[in-house]
């Protein structure tokens, strides 16, 4: 079975600073798809980013960009020029390629980006 | 923002009392699920559907049943609520070949 760890449940950061967020996981799949989720408080939990695993380049949305080291089962999101919107729950989530099975969340780290 | 709906967004209740959350998403999406969050805010898979006229349980064990009728729609109920049931439960569903997966804004039950 899949597990997925996030070993920072808390991290704060100044606005304009740049962080980052653990993620590692563990699987005996060679192919398969990563993503941070970001929920912040009392709104929708929506992607931030995602990667593939056969992939090698590291995926990127503007500010938000990861490092996936697969020999390691590693990925960490990096938010660069944090803003005070940053403030959320981040989730890191596994999925196997197959539809049929379903993610695997970490437990979350909460991020608060102070002024 | 996703077309995926959750109504009451809140909700306090009475124990004993019989409830039914509703979920619905317009993106003809087939696969569904529902997810209870505690208070660390970590998520638990409790029921899903590949489609209509399918449902199963997830990795925790919960006490709600589900139904799946309509594509579009995926109600969960809890026959007799408790005091055990007080949590927030998030709904989400992805597209077959997709696997991202997309939630609404959830609903915070209490149970007195």
């Known amino acids: 079975a899949q597990t997925v760890t996030q070993s920072q449940p808390e991290m704060s950061v100044q606005e304009a600073e740049t962080v980052t967020l653990s993620c590692t996981y563990d699987t005996s799949e060679n192919n398969y798809y990563l993503f941070w989720y970001k929920q912040p408080p009392s709104r929708q939990m929506i992607l931030v980013i995602r990667?593939?695993?056969?992939?090698?380049q590291n995926a990127t949305e503007n500010r938000f960009s990861v490092n996936f080291q697969k020999a390691a089962k590693s990925f960490s999101l990096k938010i660069s020029d944090s803003q005070l919107g940053d403030t959320a729950m981040y989730f890191c989530a596994f999925a196997r390629t197959d539809y049929g099975q379903n993610f695997v969340f970490g437990p979350g780290t909460r991020l608060s980006v102070l002024p | 923002e996703a077309d995926i709906y959750q109504t009451p967004r809140y909700l306090v209740i009475g124990t004993g009392k019989k409830i039914t959350l509703e979920c619905s998403q317009t993106?003809?999406?087939?696969?569904m699920y529902w997810y209870q969050q505690d208070p660390g805010m970590e998520l638990h898979l409790i029921h899903y559907?590949?489609?209509?006229?399918?449902?199963e349980k997830g990795d925790l064990s919960s006490e709600s049943t589900v139904s799946r009728i309509r594509t579009e729609h995926f109600p969960l109920t809890l026959e007799s609520a408790r005091p055990s049931h007080t949590s927030q439960y998030l709904c989400a569903s992805s597209e077959y070949g997709s696997h991202e997966q997309y939630f609404g804004p959830g609903t915070r039950l209490t149970v007195t």
């Open positions: 559907s590949y489609g209509v006229n399918s449902t």
């Open positions: 990667q593939e695993a056969y992939k090698q």
């Open positions: 993106m003809g999406h087939d696969k």
